[in-house]
């Protein structure tokens, strides 16, 4: 068990790391997205807001699984269970960020890609069904 919280914590101080690089790479101007599930309900958030959002909920993840694991509620279930959910879900955590940082990066590398994908979801909302 002491295993799992280890890596979790050495996951979890990977996403410290990589937002610690955002802060420093990305310009003030960035947007970053907060991913809510597929890309059409992704949001652009400020790259402090964004960033901020990013190691809050791997904290946070970090935090309740640690606690869930190590409770009584955890006691029945597998040991393979225990020892395995904390490090899964803070990997998934630690790459979504990486992406989201690697998105926001491309966008201003592209110029425009946030403004393209306001302006696409206007023109869906305004442009009447075929059919």
Request: proline share 4%.
């Amino acid at each position: 068990m002491i295993a799992s919280l280890a890596i979790g914590g050495v996951l979890l101080a990977g996403m410290v790391v990589a937002t610690g690089y955002g802060a420093a790479r990305l310009p003030g101007t960035a947007r970053v997205p907060l991913h809510a599930g597929t890309p059409e309900y992704r949001i652009w958030l400020s790259k402090r807001a964004g960033l901020s959002a990013w190691l809050g909920g791997g904290a946070a993840a970090f935090a309740l699984l640690a606690w869930l694991s190590l409770s009584r509620m955890a006691a029945n279930w597998a040991s393979s269970m225990r020892m395995t959910l904390l490090p899964a879900v803070m990997c998934v955590a630690l790459a979504a960020e990486v992406a989201a940082i690697i998105m926001a990066r491309q966008a201003v590398v592209d110029g425009t890609a946030a403004t393209q994908l306001a302006t696409a979801e206007a023109g869906r909302r305004e442009a009447p069904d075929s059919q």
